[in-house]
């Protein structure tokens, strides 16, 4: 019966003086003339036991082992069993690995071979291992294993430098994110009729999930919403049956994203990631693409005929109409050792290899390779300092490395392009590196340069590099790059063009702006905006006119809705249609009048209007019964007002106390500068009180244009109304009312108040909401007035005169100790005689995006905090003084010097992020064009020490100084205080 070479082993102690030779036999005998016969090893097996048995001085045999292992295989991972192959399972064995194991990518572990390092088919694509096993008796053999490596697609994972992002320096935090990321809105709300900016995806939250693209520069993401106003929202955009929204860049990446709802058909539009779960009624799934370490813009179109259901803060629904949507993004990195979106990853990279922040994937340095970059590499490679090739110009100068990795270098040559040698040997020779440096490179310098290496056992190794310096030094141009090239706007210098002007300029020094209708790189795109916008030279965007909204300015204001954005409510009445454009009446008969609200009458022979009427019989009757019905009522309600006032005034003297109670678990000193009965004496009744539009709206205040009587007149004031009762309104409310009532009440001004802060006119409690009337400042908001600024030249010394005059409103407020605690443009009105105004001591702080304020928790409250406008130790205490006021000032000087630009740090910070590089001495950078004497000023403010910071009174004399400098026509006239 055959028996087979295993059973020969195995059976081994049955041939004690037996060696199996593991050989590649062929036995064979001749039959006859030319006939050889072969055996196969099966009828073969007893003759080579016969011929081992020939050889003297036996030990135990040896066995020829396979295995294969996916590259990707993890350490650890078992690759061969050398027991169950031995048959010694009850036998005490020893088993290392002598021959074989290149560069250590395998361990015995109780004879159970092991991956111990990370495998790569590119570099070894097998191991012959041989292990030697040792028995208890002493006895040994030896086991050789074939250990094959299976090549596994997609791995390793590849380094791709399009996307390679930047290692962020410093700790690492919880929140860590690989890049940033600022999504933004406009849109018409019909009902509302203002623009609003919305962050309406929050991707980064607890309800996205993220999915990296092995081998490409995408990240794949899911958003599942779960609040009502997102769900109502992904409703909307199912039903309008837009589920494929794309967005682009400038550079034609394209980010886009697609709705999916539960139980439906899951149909691939424009999402080719993985399968998403489905756990919630609505899902947003796509792709962002990562690019560079530049920040991308990226802009989202929508049909203009789809509009979308929202509900708004007041739990209403409204219809709105997109006419813009978009989002920036720009890797910031993460940490050095880790990877991954939400930087949560550990790097495997080894020997100083670079570990791309979004796979992982290792790139080694010269001499190593390898999936961690731990295999060494017999190599040679020219490395060039500075190493990146843009750095390299014409003039400049570069040093190239030859250096030897894993070599034993005996001679070395360098070959230039213009096919010179230079050879480095014996005494020119150092060890491991030599290098060359090229000064003053000039174009004939360009070329291959390649250094060939010799090694002692007579291997040669070459290493080439290509120099193409072709760009001037920055400011630099012409032929030999000895010309001055001073280019304005940002623009950039070509060597053979001159100035490369940014998006919107032209021009040989990028001075002068693309010419009307058109704009974008080289003003070489046309506008398409209609009924007489303006466009954007920069990027099209267009500014509508009067009457006008959309992407084009196609669409008229809704009814309603007039003027200016469609902000202006109309005033017609009586169904009357209401010009789009400057909100005139066409009345409907037989109304007339500007708002149609007189109506016309025939009587006998003539026409009168519906404000006098013939008085009939009846009527003359019913008037004296009505008088005495009257005159009864009065006697009544008087006896009613005796016995009520005295609780009336009891519940004004307890909304008091309770106001006070609040004040002083913020400002005692404020509460302090209160006299007993300060609230009742500027309570105003709401029967004296006209409500007009709506020209403010947040979800805790709102601001209505109104009119009050007062001493028989009308008066246009400004409405702030309290939208909820919750403790932070409350707190807010009583801040601002008690802070004005305090300037007003301890200012020795004969009219009260001061001209710089915004004049109250008294508030209403006693009636819901509660509500403070402040002076209507006809011009609005400073933030808006600088950013519809056209820039000419002297416009900056114009909106200095407005910063000199808060610096007044500040020294009132720090001669009564109140801290104002939101000095900001956005928190500065202009009236109409071109006054500036302090304003928004406390309720105004949701009105605005949620990227200026930001939320907060702070103990058990949720506050919304102005982070980049606030000092360093207000970010640490949440504690406002008028030295941290003094900060925040600075940052408007900011602002007005940057025409209303928001300030950056050149990345969204949390707040202890912000704390950090403050503390670091990091500060807001100086805007372009702002005069150095005045970025003086603002770094004035902004010192760590809150006692070295410019008091107010000297803040206005280094601002009008600033301004006289700026315009010397100031030298000779007065700054008097307005």
Not at 5 to 27: E, P
Not at 137 to 163: I, K, M
Not at 884 to 898: K, P, R, Y
Request: glycine share 8%; hydrophobic share 35%; aromatic share 8%.
């Amino acid at each position: 019966m055959p028996i087979s070479s295993r059973d020969v082993f195995a059976k081994g102690s049955y041939f004690s003086c037996c060696k199996l030779v593991s050989l590649d036999l062929n036995l064979s005998w001749m039959v006859g003339p030319n006939e050889p016969k072969t055996l196969n090893m099966g009828n073969t097996a007893a003759i080579l036991v016969l011929l081992a048995c020939l050889v003297p001085d036996c030990a135990l045999g040896t066995l020829q082992l396979s295995a294969t292992v996916p590259e990707n295989a993890h350490v650890g991972e078992t690759i061969n069993n050398l027991r169950s192959d031995l048959k010694e399972d009850r036998e005490e064995v020893r088993c290392d690995i002598v021959a074989g194991n290149k560069n250590g990518r395998f361990r015995v572990n109780d004879c159970v071979i092991q991956v111990a390092r990370p495998l790569d088919y590119g570099v070894h694509p097998s191991y012959n291992l041989t292990v030697n096993v040792t028995g208890s008796s002493g006895r040994s053999e030896q086991v050789f294993v074939d250990v094959q490596v299976q090549d596994v697609e997609g791995y390793p994972l590849a380094y791709n430098d399009t996307c390679e992002t930047p290692i962020r320096s410093g700790p690492m935090m919880s929140e860590d994110f690989l890049f940033d990321m600022k999504l933004t809105g406009e849109f018409m709300i019909v009902g509302v009729g203002e623009m609003s900016v919305s962050r309406y995806m929050a991707l980064g939250n607890d309800e996205t999930t993220y999915t990296i693209d092995k081998n490409g520069c995408l990240v794949w993401f899911t958003f599942a919403p779960w609040h009502t106003y997102d769900v109502v929202l992904f409703q909307s955009i199912w039903d309008s049956q837009v589920h494929c929204m794309q967005c682009l860049n400038g550079a034609g990446l394209v980010a886009q994203g697609q709705v999916f709802r539960r139980n439906t058909d899951f149909i691939r539009r424009c999402y080719t990631g993985p399968t998403p779960v489905m756990n919630d009624i609505f899902m947003l799934a796509g792709s962002i693409p990562l690019s560079s370490v530049k920040r991308n813009t990226f802009s989202c179109k929508f049909p203009e005929n789809v509009s979308y259901i929202i509900v708004i803060a007041d739990s209403s629904r409204r219809i709105a109409i997109p006419i813009r949507l978009e989002f920036e993004i720009q890797p910031v990195g993460c940490p050095p050792n880790r990877y991954g979106v939400l930087c949560d990853q550990n790097c495997t990279c080894e020997n100083g290899a670079r570990c791309h922040g979004l796979n992982g994937a290792c790139k080694c340095q010269p001499g190593w390779q390898g999936v961690v970059c731990d295999i060494p590499h017999r190599t040679v490679a020219i490395i060039a300092t500075p190493g990146d090739s843009r750095q390299i110009y014409i003039t400049g100068s570069v040093t190239l490395h030859c250096r030897v990795f894993h070599l034993a270098a005996e001679r070395m040559t360098w070959t230039f392009p213009n096919k010179t040698e230079k050879w480095l040997q014996g005494e020119d020779r150092k060890p491991y590196e030599d290098h060359i440096i090229i000064h003053d490179i000039q174009s004939e310098h360009n070329g291959t340069y390649t250094c060939t290496v010799l090694t002692q056992d007579g291997t040669v190794f070459n290493a080439s590099y290509e120099l193409q310096a072709v760009a001037c030094p920055p400011g630099k141009t012409g032929e030999s790059c000895r010309e001055e090239c001073a280019c304005s706007h940002g623009g950039s210098c070509d060597r053979w063009a001159g100035c490369v002007c940014p998006p919107g300029w032209t021009g040989t020094t990028c001075q002068t702006s693309c010419p009307v209708g058109t704009y974008g790189v080289g003003c070489s795109s046309r506008c398409g905006c209609q009924h007489d916008a303006t466009c954007s030279p920069t990027d099209g965007r267009c500014n509508c006119t009067a009457g006008w909204f959309g992407r084009h300015c196609s669409r008229p204001c809704f009814a309603g809705r007039y003027g200016l954005k469609c902000w202006q409510a109309c005033a017609c009445k009586n169904n009357a249609t209401c010009h789009h454009v400057d909100g005139s009446c066409t009345c409907a008969p037989p109304w007339t009048g500007k708002r149609c609200d007189v109506i016309k009458i025939p009587f006998s022979n003539y026409t009168t209007t519906a404000n006098v009427y013939p008085f009939p019989l009846s009527l003359q009757i019913a008037v004296p019964v009505t008088l005495t019905l009257l005159v009864a009522a009065i006697l009544m309600f008087t006896l009613y007002k005796r016995n009520t006032a005295r609780h009336a005034a009891q519940e004004q003297r307890l909304e008091e106390t309770r106001a006070i109670l609040e004040l002083r678990n913020m400002e005692d000193d404020l509460a302090q500068s209160l006299q007993p009965g300060w609230l009742n004496r500027w309570e105003r009744s709401a029967d004296d009180l006209t409500l007009d539009e709506l020209v403010g709206l947040g979800a805790f205040a709102q601001i209505r244009r109104g009119q009050l009587r007062v001493a028989g007149a009308d008066v246009t004031v400004a409405v702030k109304s309290v939208r909820g009762e919750d403790r932070r309104c409350y707190r807010a409310f009583c801040r601002e009312v008690a802070a004005l009532i305090a300037v007003h009440e301890n200012n020795h001004d004969q009219h009260g108040g001061h001209p710089n802060i915004v004049k109250l006119f008294g508030v209403v409690t006693k009636s819901s909401p509660k509500s403070i009337l402040l002076e209507f400042a006809a011009k609005g908001e400073l933030l808006v007035i600088l950013k519809e600024q056209p820039r000419p030249n002297g416009s900056l010394v114009m909106f200095l005169s407005y910063a000199v005059q808060i610096s007044r409103a500040l020294n009132e407020l720090r001669n009564l100790r109140i801290a104002h605690g939101d000095v900001a443009a956005r928190n500065v009105l202009v009236s109409g005689d071109d006054v500036a105004k302090l304003a928004d001591f406390g309720l105004a702080h949701d009105v605005y995006t949620t990227t200026t304020y930001v939320s907060t928790v702070q103990g058990d409250a949720d506050e919304l905090l102005p982070l980049k406008w606030m000092a360093l130790e207000s970010l640490e205490s949440r504690e406002f003084t008028c030295e941290s006021d003094t900060w925040s000032f600075g940052v408007l000087l900011w602002e007005i010097a940057a025409f209303g630009e928001e300030p950056s740090y050149q990345r969204h910070l949390s707040c202890p992020k912000l704390v950090g590089i403050l503390r670091q001495g990091v500060r807001l950078e100086r805007p372009p064009g702002c005069p150095e004497k005045l970025y003086d000023v603002m770094k004035s403010c902004w010192q760590e020490d809150p006692s070295v910071r410019p008091e107010p009174a000297e803040l206005e004399r280094e601002l009008t100084e600033c301004r006289h400098e700026m315009d010397p026509r100031l030298v000779m006239e007065k700054e008097t205080a307005v």
